[in-house]
């Protein structure tokens, strides 16, 4: 199995800026594509962005522009890059990996984005 642990969430007030990291650990091998999703209070989890091992990268137009996804393979972490965040981003993030076809869940972290 893939465990997933995510850092970096927190409260910043609208058109700021936060990075959020996740690391993979356990079975590690063939992880496919890793990303982000998040769940606002009430709303169904939702794509954010997600980077397969070979760069194809997939973004939702809520975010485009300002988010970007960055993945290191050989260390098999994900980051996401929040700028220009506004209330509508406020969320729990929640990284993900694809391995053999079987999707894994970080424990996520809470993303406020507040005056």
């Known amino acids: 199995q893939v465990q997933l642990v995510e850092s970096g969430g927190g409260l910043v007030q609208p058109g700021g800026s936060l990075r959020l990291s996740c690391a993979a650990s356990?079975?590690?091998?063939?992880?496919?594509?890793m990303g982000w999703y998040r769940q606002a209070p009430g709303k169904q989890r939702e794509l954010v962005t997600t980077?397969?091992?070979?760069?194809?990268?997939n973004y939702a137009d809520s975010v485009k522009g300002r988010f970007t996804i960055a993945r290191d393979n050989a260390k098999n972490t994900v980051d996401l890059q929040m700028n220009s965040l506004k209330p509508e981003d406020t969320a729990v993030y929640y990284c993900?990996?694809?391995?053999?076809?079987?999707?894994?869940w970080g424990q996520g972290t809470q993303v406020t984005v507040s005056s």
């Open positions: 356990g079975s590690i091998f063939n992880i496919d594509a």
């Open positions: 980077r397969t091992r070979g760069g194809k990268t």
């Open positions: 993900s990996a694809e391995q053999w076809g079987l999707q894994y």
